[in-house]
């Protein structure tokens, strides 16, 4: 089902896309907008292929790549109809590849927009600038998609998709660095001994997807969150995963949990 629902849903975002580009004012604004198609396609493809239970990150990321590539033939259609329209005769001459290419030539000599100074863009100028817009149009969607897959957790036994949930409990990072070996090799009993450490500190910070069906699947993510001060002064967090994803038997998941309980405090 995906592989009818993704190429339809990239072309639809590829036409919105075209006709944003097509009235966007503001150069800031339309590379804004580039980016966001290229992560907004991307996650969308994962979405669909999560709800049809796809659990090839691979695979997913194939389909991705090739509806984001009749995406951007889509893009050039749609790009050309808001140009010329009338004069084209026909929508769908719009989309045919020998006027896609010659509309190129034309952007390639004239340009289609410019520069506040300077008249339009042209030349090899411009043709970087299409390299820049492919990358993100074409290449990021398959990689964003696969990204979200990988960090996607699926339980065979009751077929369906778990959510991480962030432990209440953030651990002290161990300096010499023993804990996360540890951890590596699935040895737990460190980690429940390990001392807490405030969660506006540096810390690691434990998130666990465990399926509440079959409580058999028990999947552990670690992050070490560092605290960094960003130009303006404002602390940032800086976060990296140490560990991602490591199985844990229920009962060790169940112990992990108990001691990351967090313990309510009355309102006062
Ligand atoms: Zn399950």
């Known amino acids: 089902m995906m592989v009818c629902w993704v190429p339809l849903a990239t072309s639809l975002m590829a036409i919105l896309y075209a006709i944003a580009q097509y009235y966007c004012p503001w150069i800031y604004l339309c590379a804004l907008i580039t980016l966001c198609y290229g992560l907004a396609t991307g996650w969308l493809a994962a979405r669909l292929a999560k709800r049809g239970h796809v659990r090839n990150s691979g ?11 009749f995406g951007y033939y889509i893009v050039w259609g749609t790009h050309l109809f808001l140009w010329e329209g009338a004069q084209l005769g026909s929508v769908f001459n719009a989309f045919r590849p020998d006027y896609i290419w010659e509309w190129v030539q034309i952007g390639y000599q004239k340009g289609f927009w410019g520069l506040e100074k300077g008249g339009n863009v042209t030349g090899w100028f411009l043709v970087l600038v299409w390299l820049i817009e492919f990358g993100f149009l074409v290449i990021a ?41 540890s951890l590596i090799n699935g040895i737990w009993p460190p980690l429940h001994a390990a ?38 002064g404002e602390l940032e967090e800086k976060k990296k995963t140490v560990i991602e994803q490591a199985l844990m038997n229920p009962d060790d998941a169940d112990l992990l949990k108990e001691f990351s309980a967090v313990e309510e405090t009355p309102p006062t």
């Open 59 to 69: 695979f997913t990321a194939l389909v991705a790549f090739s509806s984001a590539l």
């Open 195 to 232: 001392p807490d450490a405030p969660a506006d500190g540096p810390h690691l910070r434990l998130l666990l997807a465990h399926c509440p069906h079959c409580t058999e699947l028990a999947v552990l993510k670690v992050v070490e969150v560092l605290f960094q001060k960003n130009e303006k």
């Open 141 to 181: 969607p398959p990689l964003v998609s696969a990204g979200v897959m990988m960090d996607s957790i699926y339980c065979e036994t009751c077929s369906q998709w778990l959510n991480y949930e962030t432990l209440g409990r953030s651990v002290a990072i161990d300096p010499t660095g023993g804990l996360n070996i």
